[in-house]
């Protein structure tokens, strides 16, 4: 059983996800295994992939792990479907595109194993507009301590999960993620757990953000202002208002995968 597994959903950025991996490899702990989950990008991309992947193991010592899926089917549901399948200590997960400060799993790890209450711990972090038209620029995004707080205040950004490092047995509890969505289950996973295990969050910003045009959050499809991301915060909405603790543990489980798929493991040469 390793002791942190870092999942990195993955679709067409071959180029991007080895900086992701650069800076996750900045720490001192010993036993951390990446998972990258690709979502059946295109083939000259997975090629690539393949290669950068084999690379960067045959350079660290880290351990190195390639999954394919042979449809697309949003991270999600690749999430759910890592998470049935591996045995790890702690999980976090890091988009493709972004960048873990030095030595954040370290500090993460230690916060956890100080404080055996606390189920999943989140930081806060730099959001980084990158744009081809003006300067970029950037904020740093903090949060309540505690998220269950905030959300008893009517508040609904409670924590950024790529920034979270989660204790890998609270998966008993809440399955995963939902899987009958392509976006925004993190905001669905995060107000079950508040409600039935212990989350916090600390100010000091350990991940960054980068904001690009292309986005799952930024593009006319899946973004912020899209129909389909405000259709499903009308469903978040809902649960906001009927979620309660002290409820029957399987009202806290997930949807699970509407997809049928298959993701198989790629051995890395």
Not at 213 to 226: I, P
């Amino acid at each position: 059983m390793s002791r942190v597994s870092v999942l990195i959903p993955h679709y067409n950025q071959p180029i991007l996800i080895v900086s992701a991996i650069e800076s996750i490899m900045r720490t001192c702990l010993s036993d951390v295994q990446i998972l990258v989950a690709d979502d059946h990008s295109s083939e000259d991309n997975y090629i690539q992939l393949q290669h950068v992947l084999e690379y960067l193991a045959s350079k660290t010592n880290l351990n190195i792990r390639l999954f394919r899926s042979d449809v697309n089917v949003g991270t999600y549901r690749l999430k759910n479907d890592i998470i049935n399948r591996i045995d790890t200590e702690f999980l976090t997960f890091h988009d493709a595109d972004d960048y873990s400060v030095p030595m954040r799993l370290d500090c993460l790890y230690d916060l956890m194993n100080k404080n055996s209450h606390i189920d999943i711990l989140g930081t806060s972090y730099i959001d980084f507009y990158q744009n081809f038209h003006t300067v970029n620029s950037f904020r740093i995004k903090k949060f309540y301590r505690i998220p269950y707080i905030a959300h008893q205040l009517g508040k609904k950004y409670l924590s950024f999960q790529p920034s979270q490092l989660i204790r890998f047995s609270i998966f008993r509890t809440l399955g995963g993620f939902d899987g009958t969505t392509r976006i925004a289950a993190d905001d669905d996973f995060l107000l079950r757990a508040i409600h039935c295990v212990k989350v916090r969050n600390i100010n000091r910003p350990l991940y960054v953000k980068i904001e690009r045009e292309s986005s799952l959050t930024t593009s006319s499809v899946t973004g912020f202002q899209s129909e389909t991301r405000l259709n499903y915060i009308k469903k978040l909405d809902q649960l906001r208002n009927t979620i309660k603790s002290n409820l029957p543990l399987s009202e806290y489980m997930n949807k699970p995968n509407d997809v049928r798929f298959h993701l198989n493991e790629i051995e890395l040469k």
